[in-house]
Structure formats: C-alpha cells, structure tokens
C-alpha cells in the first residue's frame, strides 16, 4: 500500500531517480529549502511500510501562481479579472522503477486534491503545469488538461474540471 506525505528528511532523496537529472537534483536539494521558504511544497508517494531512509516511489510540488487571464484565450479572459490567482503543479516525477503502473495517476490525483483544498480557502482558476516535452504534454492532455494559446507546453486543468473529476462541487 501507497501513501502520499510532506516531503521530510526521513524520505531517501538521494536515491531517487526518474530519469530526468533537473527532476532528481530539484528533489535532492531545492524540494526542503523552498518549502521552508514557503515558495512550494513538495509531496512524495512512499509504501506504507517503508522504513527510513524511505524511498520515495514519486513526487509532485505545487505553489500559487498568479496568470494573466488573457493567456487563457479572449473567451476566457472575457470572463475574468485580468489578474488571476491558480496552483502550478511544478514538477512531476515516478521513479524509473515504477513507471507505467499508475503512480504518476495517483500523484496527479493527490494534487487535485490539494487543489480543491486551496480552492475552499483562497479561491483558484485551475492548476497549471509547465511540460517539459511533447511526450509530457501528451501525459497531461489525457487527463483533461488544456494547452495555452498563448504557449503550447504550458497547460491548463480547470477548476470546473477538476470538481468533476473528484466529483466535489464548489
Ligand atoms: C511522465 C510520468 C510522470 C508518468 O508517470 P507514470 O507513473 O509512469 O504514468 P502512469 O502509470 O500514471 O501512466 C498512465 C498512462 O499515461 C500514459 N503515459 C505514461 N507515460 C507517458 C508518457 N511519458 N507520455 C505519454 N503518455 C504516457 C500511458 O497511457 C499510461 O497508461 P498505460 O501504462 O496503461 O499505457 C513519469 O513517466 C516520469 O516521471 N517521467 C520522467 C519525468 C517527466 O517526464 N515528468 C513530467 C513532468 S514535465
């Protein structure tokens, strides 16, 4: 069994490995000091059991961004302030490992999550993610996210969407 928890020093940082060095070194030394600093934080998806130095299986970290609404399109923009406040899911990783058995699924699951949790207490257009490469935006459009007009790897899940997914109304 999995579960998903605050990155802290018990979780095995320095083994991780997805493949991608900025997303292990991001872990390995950035993850602490920005959730310190309160400029994101970091979630790791661990087995329950696991003792430490816990091996983390895959992670995700997220902060508060501010977009300009007219990047979302005139449709959009027309709706809404010009300044607008969402969550960015800054990274995204599964250890090479584990990939393909549907943790990268579960982590993006548990970000909805803490999404609709920023959503109740501050408000928040939708998460928004920066994909790295083609092959990443594929990952993300096949669980609802949008591409930008105004840039095609920056992507856009929807708060509506999200409700939907999780089946929580606002
Ligand atoms: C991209 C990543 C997060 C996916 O996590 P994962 O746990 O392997 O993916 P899941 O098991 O949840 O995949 C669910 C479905 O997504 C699709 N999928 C998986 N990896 C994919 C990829 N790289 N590109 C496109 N689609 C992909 C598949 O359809 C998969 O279902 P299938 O295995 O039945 O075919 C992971 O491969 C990873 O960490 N890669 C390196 C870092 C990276 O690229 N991060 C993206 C941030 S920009």
Redesign the pocket.
Known sequence: MHKIELLAKSHDRDGFD???EP?NLFLKQTARQHAERGISRTFVLVDKDAAPPIPVL?YFSLNICQIKSESLGSGEAKKLPRDVSGVRLG????AKT???????????VAAMGKFIEIFNTAGGIGLF?????Q??K??YE?FGFIPMPSNELELFLPAKTIHGALDSHP
């Open positions: 997805c493949g991608s997303l895959g990274r995204l990783a599964v584990c990939q393909r058995q549907g943790i990268g699924k579960a982590l993006l993610v920066d994909a790295k490469d092959d990443a594929r990952y096949q």
